[in-house]
């Protein structure tokens, strides 16, 4: 029984076509005292059956399996007179929770004292290292490999989607003459695979590193043949003394000669260039601010154009006063905490879903061509010495500026102002000067370089079945229009009707953005800046809080808190 063809279906002699978990019923035991029930979330969309009416048929025995499921079921509401709302209640609460009967167990931490490693190969030639295996964290250990969403991720560090890649130190690299991008052979005892080399200080100067999740041989045609399996290189027979794999082993690096054009990457810049993208706090510093401090205060208007910007503040308020603009209106903004921020990028997929972004695959990602609305920026922090301390994650969307640049360069009006103060796109007018996208200082302006929608074509991102991921609710764009984050318009328009429905104001935490509902650390935070009671209008006076970009004047509606390091 399979849903994919992998490679455990392609080496079957019969496969028996499975329904999807989100199509059938289903029941588990993911703990004692929990007993979780599933059920049909979607109809089938192809040709299946799922495994438990095949094996009722193949048994003799009648009915569905859901008719099986609900017998056994009645078992457990024996003591309940009435078993329909039983069944709707366990249906409403996921299954039945209890106590567990069994004596809870101490949980102790393992004897470290017996824990064994593998000491550091004789080196043999200049290029023997040690190579770490370890999990990719959007693609795992491929299981994740055949959906285009994750493939399009890039990885949190590397800033690398689409293909594996070998990490190497500067230091290392510099002594075997390799450049990024120098495709490397890695020979070890059980296996032979190449990659492309990433050169980066996040790794030991004497250990390599390899991501798994590439190197299917079959799992569709997002990840068949894509790029190399890092477990090729791992002992597949001997299992460790915790009856697991060992996922380090020596191996001979070998410079092939080839290069690989262009990692698959949207990594800009490494460093921040003194331009206070992302701010950091000391521990001991944090603790000591109050409400009203303002630690990364800039004077965003300079001495001598404060006049000229106070006369055009007073035109442009005239202005705000015709049509739809007159009176009072949400300011809608974001505030991104990053200490919250773990970088897993689950907000960057969560957008592509609700927004219909398409994904562009590996080519057009190597030339920058991506479409992500919300990008994940990786920025080292570095010691007086150059250094490396670690990193610092920053989502990156569209500011929502109050005096936004890529407004008044539009000539066709297509980029404008909401009364709730979005930047607004409109792409039936947008005829594809880019204009736009060159005044935007933060980079977040996306070029529809194909028709990414279009069936057959060379980079469709919707072939069937995926147009059933489409959310109605938004435009699907066309080829030679701009296209940006609208902080979820179509939410706050939906919950603005809602309200007026009900003869009521939009209460806080009635709209949220994609992004923040997926947050899995609460790490962003979206309202209306106007209302002073609520939270995202708190956290944006928060004395860690700071405009990107300030000194540019472009007032935006989102609001970064610094991240709190401890410098001891």
């Not at 007073?314 to 739809?324: I, K, M, P, T, Y």
Request: glycine content about 8%; hydrophobic content about 35%; charged content about 20%.
């Amino acid at each position: 029984f399979s849903s994919y063809l992998d490679e455990t279906a392609a080496a079957c002699d019969m496969i028996l076509p499975d329904h999807h978990a989100l199509e059938q019923w289903g029941d588990s035991r993911p703990r004692a005292g929990v007993t979780a029930l599933q059920q049909p979330v979607v109809q089938p969309v192809f040709n299946t059956r799922p495994t438990g009416d095949v094996i009722l048929k193949l048994s003799g025995k009648t009915g569905a399996f859901q008719d099986y499921l609900q017998g056994k079921w009645k078992t457990k509401g024996a003591r309940n007179a009435n078993f329909d709302q039983f069944w709707a209640d366990a249906l409403a609460k996921g299954g039945q929770y209890a106590q567990s009967a069994s004596a809870a167990r101490p949980v102790r931490l393992a004897d470290v004292s017996k824990l064994s490693f593998a000491a550091a190969p004789a080196v043999a030639a200049a290029q023997e290292q040690q190579v770490v295996v370890f999990p990719h964290p959007v693609l795992h250990d491929g299981r994740g490999a055949n959906k285009p969403w994750l493939q399009e991720l890039p990885d949190p560090v590397s800033k690398i989607a689409w293909h594996s890649w070998v990490e190497v130190h500067p230091d290392t690299a510099a002594k075997w003459g390799l450049a990024t991008g120098d495709i490397v052979l890695l020979k070890s005892p059980f296996g032979a695979q190449s990659f492309p080399a990433w050169l980066t200080k996040s790794v030991r100067p004497d250990v390599l590193a390899i991501p798994t999740g590439q190197g299917h041989t079959a799992y569709g045609r997002y990840a068949k043949d894509r790029s190399a399996n890092a477990f090729e290189l791992l002992d597949s027979k001997q299992a460790n003394g915790y009856g697991g794999r060992t996922f380090l082993v020596g191996a001979t690096a070998t410079f092939t000669g080839d290069h690989q054009r262009r990692l698959a990457s949207i990594e800009g810049n490494a460093r921040e260039l003194g331009m206070g993208t992302t701010e950091v706090l000391a521990l001991e510093k944090a603790r000591t601010l109050k409400r009203g401090d303002h630690p990364f205060h800039f004077e965003e208007t300079p001495e001598y154009a404060k006049e000229a910007v106070e006369w055009w503040a007073e035109r442009q308020h005239e202005q705000a006063s015709l049509g739809n603009y007159r009176g009072d209106h949400p300011r809608w903004g974001l505030a991104i905490d990053l200490s919250k921020c773990t970088g897993c990028s689950a907000c960057v997929t969560a957008c592509y879903a609700e927004n219909n972004i398409p994904t562009v695959g590996e080519d057009l990602t190597e030339r920058r061509r991506e479409m992500a609305w919300l990008r994940l920026e990786r920025y080292w922090r570095e010691d007086e010495h150059g250094g490396v301390q670690g990193a610092v994650n920053q989502p990156m969307l569209c500011q929502q500026c109050g005096n936004a640049p890529c407004e008044p360069v539009c000539p066709v009006f297509a980029a404008y102002h909401t009364p709730d103060g979005l930047n607004g796109q409109v792409y039936n007018r947008c005829v594809g000067t880019r204009y736009c996208s060159n005044n935007c200082p933060y980079k977040v302006r996306y070029f529809n370089w194909y028709n990414y929608a279009e069936r057959g074509g060379k980079y469709e991102a919707f072939p069937e079945p995926l147009s059933m991921l489409l959310n109605p609710d938004v435009t699907v764009r066309e080829k030679g229009v701009m296209e940006k984050c609208t902080f979820c318009v179509q939410r706050i328009r939906g919950a603005q009707n809602q309200a007026r429905l009900e003869n009521r104001a939009v209460r806080d935490g009635d709209i949220t953005t994609a992004c923040a509902q997926t947050c899995p650390s609460d790490a962003i935070v979206f309202g209306d800046l106007n209302d002073r009671s609520s939270r995202v209008s708190q956290l944006a006076g928060d004395p860690r809080g700071y405009h990107v970009l300030a000194g540019l004047n472009t007032k935006p509606a989102v609001t970064y808190l610094a991240r709190v390091v401890d410098h001891g």
